[in-house]
Every structure is written in structure tokens, then in C-alpha cells.
């Protein structure tokens, strides 16, 4: 089975803070993902990953950078945490292109509240 | 702008009932719809899949309805069970066209399921 892990599953943090989430998949996949999930808007693409060290930005990149030194390692961090990134951060991966499907293995989540 | 719409935040229904979740899309790239099923404190998973060149896809008890003329797609669960109570995310990528999408998935909103016991 894959198995996607995040670092936390709650973090609380102050406004202004360096924050990183971690994620690590165990499945090889090329591709990683993160995501965060808020209500009424669903899930919105912050960042992906095709290869190491190769990133892409997603639908809202704005505030979020991230580095994938391991194939199996793509991390998400929040330069100067804000009260609006206060959300679920989802982690995901999948094989890569070329595959027949394009199915992604999501992790738990971590909850992330800026106070 | 939002390529994947779920109009409808949330659905109750009885056991033993049908489940009706629908999806609409404006891209008309997309090529390929997936459903993810989400529990709380889990992260979504995947449910069942369906190609542009087909227009169903059964998977026991759910199957999914493809109308590429009306850019919509809908997931029928049969019959309901109060363990699919979860929330249903619709979800749509350009696979078959080639496009350089790395496996990139457009969601919609997440629509939440109630089954009534």
C-alpha cells in the first residue's frame, strides 16, 4: 500500500513564523503535491513537484515556497506565517506522466492555526 | 474562476437509498474525472475513475456518469450506507490530450454526504 506521511497532524503557530511541513511518500512516485483544503472552497493547489528538485506553482502559490531534495520528500514552507494560511494542508503523490492513471495518494493532513 | 464546480455543499439521504453526487466542469481539456471520498481527520482517497471515451464506470455500488455535451458528471451510490457518510470531491485533468499537467488535478468544493440510518 502507499503510504503519504506528514511531519504533524496539529500545529499551532505564532504570526510571522517560519513554518515547514513535511512530507514523505514510500511509493517512488515522480510526482508530489500540496494542497490546502478550506470550507466551501475545496481543495486548491499550492505547489507540485514532477522531479527533484523541479517544482511547479499551483493555483495559489502566493506565501508558500517548497524544496524537494529526495525523490521521496517534498516540504512546504510558510515564509512569515499569517492568520489567512490557517487551514488543512493536504499532501499527495502519484506515478508519473505516462501512467494510465493519474490517481493521487493523499496523506492525513496537518491543521495548521496562526494565531 | 473555478473549472470544477460541485453545486451543492451538502446531501441526506436514508439508507438504502440512492446517492446522487453531481459535478459540472468548464474546461473542455478535461479529459479524465476522478471521485476522492474524504473522512474526517483522513486524507481524501480515491473512489473510481472514468475516461472522456466512456460514458459510465460501475464500481460496485457506485458508478459515475459521464455527459460531455453538458460538460457534467454525476457519482451514484447504490444502494447508500451510513458508512459513505463523508464528504465527495470531484476532481478533472487533461490525461488523455497530452497535456503537461504532471498528474495536476483541478478539485471542486467537496459536497458533504449524509446517510440516515
Known amino acids: 500500500d502507499v503510504k503519504v506521511t506528514q511531519s504533524s497532524r496539529y500545529l499551532v503557530k505564532r504570526t510571522g513564523e517560519k513554518v515547514f511541513l513535511e512530507c514523505v511518500q514510500d511509493?517512488?512516485?515522480?510526482?508530489m503535491f500540496w494542497y490546502r483544503q478550506d470550507p466551501g472552497l475545496g481543495l486548491r493547489l499550492i505547489y507540485f513537484?514532477?522531479?527533484?528538485?523541479?517544482?511547479e506553482k499551483g493555483d495559489i502559490p502566493e506565501g508558500y515556497s517548497v524544496s524537494r531534495e529526495k525523490k521521496e520528500r517534498f516540504s512546504l514552507i510558510l515564509e512569515s506565517a499569517s492568520t489567512n494560511q490557517t487551514s488543512m494542508y493536504l499532501c499527495?503523490?502519484?506515478?508519473?506522466?505516462?501512467?494510465?492513471?493519474?490517481?493521487?495518494?493523499f496523506g492525513p493532513g496537518t491543521r495548521l492555526t496562526v494565531t | 474562476d473555478q473549472q470544477v464546480k460541485q453545486n451543492s455543499p451538502s446531501l441526506s439521504v436514508q439508507e438504502g437509498r440512492i446517492s446522487i453526487l453531481n459535478c459540472d466542469y468548464t474546461?473542455?481539456?478535461?479529459?479524465?474525472f476522478l471521485w476522492y471520498k474524504k473522512y474526517p481527520a483522513e486524507g481524501p482517497t480515491f473512489l473510481i475513475s472514468?475516461?472522456?471515451?466512456?460514458d459510465k464506470n460501475e464500481d460496485g455500488r457506485f458508478t459515475v456518469f459521464l455527459n460531455k455535451s453538458a460538460k457534467h458528471l454525476s457519482l451514484h451510490i447504490v444502494p447508500s450506507q451510513p458508512g459513505d457518510s463523508a464528504v465527495y470531491f470531484c476532481?478533472?485533468?487533461?490525461?488523455?490530450?497530452?497535456?503537461?499537467?504532471?498528474?495536476?488535478?483541478?478539485f471542486g468544493q467537496g459536497t458533504i454526504l449524509t446517510v440516515h440510518p
Open positions: 499527495a503523490s502519484s506515478r508519473g506522466q505516462g501512467s494510465p492513471y493519474y490517481e493521487q495518494y
Open positions: 511509493m517512488d512516485h515522480e510526482n
Open positions: 513537484s514532477y522531479d527533484v528538485k523541479m517544482k
Open positions: 474546461n473542455s481539456m478535461f479529459d479524465y
Open positions: 472514468i475516461s472522456s471515451i466512456k
Open positions: 476532481a478533472a485533468t487533461d490525461l488523455i490530450a497530452g497535456g503537461t499537467s504532471y498528474g495536476k488535478l483541478t
